[in-house]
């Protein structure tokens, strides 16, 4: 069966931090690329951050370029996002998508940023 369980979100205030993880199972998580999305009240889902089967390769937003980091441990088929400095308009739904032979979602984690 697979699954990719998101956990690490809450409320954080302005300028804080919070690393998010999506832990995969079911599938060989080694050979599918990483994408973390998310989805903002009333806004459309956006791709915040992919990594590629090399963790080497990264892309990021516009709007968390140099806040947001992504990474992955393919020996714990774990793949994280580190937020820093985080905004209030960051807050939303975080989602994790795994792309490959098939496309995998999980069922999102909840960030608050607020004072």
């Known amino acids: 069966q697979v699954q990719l369980v998101e956990s690490g979100g809450g409320l954080v205030q302005p300028g804080g931090s919070l690393r998010l993880s999506c832990a995969a199972s079911?599938?060989?998580?080694?050979?599918?690329?990483m994408i973390w999305y998310r989805q903002a009240p009333g806004k459309e889902r956006e791709m915040v951050a992919q990594?590629?089967?090399?963790?080497?390769?990264?892309n990021y937003a516009d709007s968390v370029k140099g806040r947001f980091t992504i990474s992955r441990d393919n020996a714990k088929n774990t793949v994280y996002l580190q937020m820093n400095s985080l905004k209030p308009e960051d807050t939303a739904v975080y989602y994790c998508?795994?792309?490959?032979?098939?496309?995998?979602w999980g069922q999102g984690t909840q960030v608050t940023v607020s004072s």
């Open positions: 079911g599938f060989t998580f080694s050979t599918y690329a």
């Open positions: 990594i590629g089967t090399s963790a080497g390769r990264a």
């Open positions: 998508r795994a792309i490959g032979r098939n496309s995998y």
